[in-house]
């Protein structure tokens, strides 16, 4: 079994692991009411994407989310939370060198033995969860686990929904696929950026990401026989029938985006796996990105 399988299977416990420190670490985390910027690269990004929409529909504050290379500087925020598994990329240390001492940071990381802990005010360590893999599964689905707690939502469904997601079978037709286009609403649609950012990682597919609604302008033309249009979360109405007069098939499990994130996971292994690639060595890829 490829390192990568392994660290999926073990999302639900890293889950509650991660809601259980919520007592510890919640004065790290935003306050009720800040104005807040979360940011992040790659896999990182999404999940401050998913957070973002998240934690405004909470009503908890104004919250926006970027990649770190593209931070708008010169906005007023309270706070700015950088999602980081390795602490080492460049965009994001460059990012909190230049906003040092303006604003109130905290970093969300899996690796505390990096230059990035002596950059924030505040630090969330998941160090459970961090891994050996080049692409991220775990730690990226428990920072989201941790933050859904810290907005007060009980994750015990999603947990429950992960297990499924682990022990149930890959479907052939998916597995043979040409094409994936993966759609979501609200914070699923971070859900369906990551799906889309892992299968090309971990198994060179061809996927594409947009917002459930948006699929209708444009990418629909995409989709057609032996190709998916996969939703994670609420399906929106009519999508049904319309992915059906494309000849395509439509993956709509109902489950917590999260969970069904898992599926893709376990999908972007194996379909590697069938092509001959390890999964442990993406192509082209690095654990970070650091730039000299
Ligand atoms: C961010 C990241 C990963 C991506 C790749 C390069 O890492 O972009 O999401 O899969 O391995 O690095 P990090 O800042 O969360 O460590």
Not at 41 to 57: I, K, N, P
Not at 107 to 120: E, K, M, Q, R, S
Not at 187 to 196: D, T
């Amino acid at each position: 079994m490829s390192i990568t399988a392994e660290e999926i299977a073990t999302q639900p416990e890293c889950w509650e692991r991660a809601s259980g420190i919520i007592p510890e670490v919640a004065s790290a985390l935003p306050a009720t009411g800040e104005k807040v910027a979360v940011v992040g690269c790659g896999t990182s990004w999404f999940m401050a994407q998913s957070y973002a929409v998240l934690r405004e529909r909470a009503g908890l504050g104004v919250t926006d989310a970027f990649a770190a290379s593209e931070f708008p500087y010169g906005r007023d925020y309270d706070r700015i939370v950088a999602i980081t598994r390795s602490g080492t990329t460049t965009e994001v240390l460059d990012l909190l060198r230049t906003v040092r001492g303006t604003v109130r940071t905290t970093a969300v990381i899996g690796d505390p033995a990096t230059p990035i802990v002596d950059l924030v005010d505040d630090l969330v360590v998941l160090d459970f969860a961090d891994e050996k893999s080049v692409v991220q599964t775990r730690f990226a689905t428990s920072v989201l686990a941790l933050l859904r707690t810290h907005l007060g939502e009980d994750i015990t469904p999603a947990v429950a929904d992960a297990r499924r997601a682990i022990a149930e079978e890959l479907s052939p037709s998916l597995l043979g696929a040409e094409q994936f286009s993966f759609l979501g609403t609200g914070w699923a649609y971070g859900i369906a950026l990551e799906a889309g950012l892992k299968m090309r990682e971990a198994a060179g597919a061809w996927t594409e990401a947009y917002p459930a609604m948006e699929y209708r302008h444009g990418p629909i033309s995409i989709t057609g026989p032996n190709r998916i249009a996969w939703v994670f979360g609420d399906l929106p109405e009519g999508l049904d029938g319309d992915v059906a007069r494309t000849g395509g098939t439509l993956e709509a499990s109902g489950t917590d985006p999260l969970a069904d994130l898992i599926r893709v996971q376990r999908l972007a292994v194996a379909i590697a796996e069938a092509q001959g690639l390890n999964p442990d060595t993406p192509r082209n890829l690095t654990r970070s990105v650091v730039l000299s």
